[in-house]
């Protein structure tokens, strides 16, 4: 049975000491009202990891930890960077690969993306590969080619262990801006996602959609026949963002 995905992205957000607060609060939440049929995810900063993943084994959560950026070399001279494994020392099982905030603002190119998810897939890690147009190439029309490339790009010669695969459909224009894109155009865009993750030959794929997702909009949006949310602003409250969990419960636990 398909199992609804729900990642929380907090971004530059929150200190070790909020984090630790946050997590707790969302570990007596999903204790409270389980979801059995969504996997939940957290990706805190770097420097909240630790924390994060104590308070998780303390309180026997079910919450699963994410990156959200890792450097695709295994140690050296990279001054600022993390390394997967030491990633996964810290039980970090996932991370987040090609956000279009590192994109646009830290030169991260399709090649290089490539690369990280290769690494992070090699060294154990699963991937949430994020993809997405600007406005720009939705003006043009251009939007199914231009995911189905970024796809094809960051997946080509990756072999993966069926699971360890994520894309999350992040529509730049729909980032942070409260303009959800709309079912019609999730469901669009998941289509495409998915045609051209077979033609990878990546099996277990599930897609995500981002952007302005909250608590008032999941349900709607699980419609589009996504397997879940990478969920920016949201995602900093306990409240909002166990709202949006339940949702993906509520979809799935008839067995979707
Ligand atoms: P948002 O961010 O939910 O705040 O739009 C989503 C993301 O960038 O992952």
């Not at 990891?49 to 308070?55: F, N, W």
């Not at 894309?167 to 051209?196: F, H, K, L, N, Q």
């Not at 990546?202 to 589009?224: I, K």
Request: hydrophobic share 50%; charged share 20%; with cysteine.
């Amino acid at each position: 049975m398909r199992r609804a995905l729900v990642v929380g992205n907090w971004k530059m957000n929150l200190d070790h000491v909020e984090a630790v607060h946050l997590t707790q609060q969302l570990a007596v939440i999903l204790a409270s009202r389980p979801a059995e049929h969504v996997d939940v995810v957290v990706a805190p900063p770097f420097v909240d990891l630790r924390s994060v993943t104590s308070v998780i084994e303390a309180e026997h959560s079910v919450l699963e930890v994410a990156a959200q950026h890792v450097n695709p070399r295994p140690a050296g001279a990279h001054t600022g960077e993390i390394a997967v494994p030491m990633l996964t020392r810290l039980r970090v099982r996932w991370v987040i690969v090609g956000h279009s905030e590192r994109r646009t603002h830290y030169g991260m190119d399709d090649q290089v993306v490539a690369e990280t998810a290769r690494a992070a897939v090699a060294g154990g890690l699963r991937a949430i590969v994020c993809v997405g147009e600007d406005e720009d190439v939705r003006a043009r029309g251009e939007h199914r080619g231009f995911v189905e490339a970024q796809v094809l790009a960051a997946l080509s010669g990756l072999s993966a262990p069926e699971g360890d695969v994520v894309v999350a459909y992040e529509p730049i224009w729909a980032i942070g801006t409260g303009r959800t894109a709309s079912v019609a155009d999730v469901a669009e865009m998941t289509e495409v996602i998915r045609a051209a993750v077979a033609a990878t030959g990546v099996r277990g794929v599930r897609v995500l959609y981002g952007g302005s997702v909250t608590a008032d909009n999941a349900a709607e949006l699980f419609a589009a026949d996504v397997d879940g949310f990478l969920v920016g602003g949201a995602s900093l409250r306990a409240e909002s963002f166990a709202a949006i969990v339940a949702a993906g419960e509520s979809c799935y636990a008839g067995g979707r």
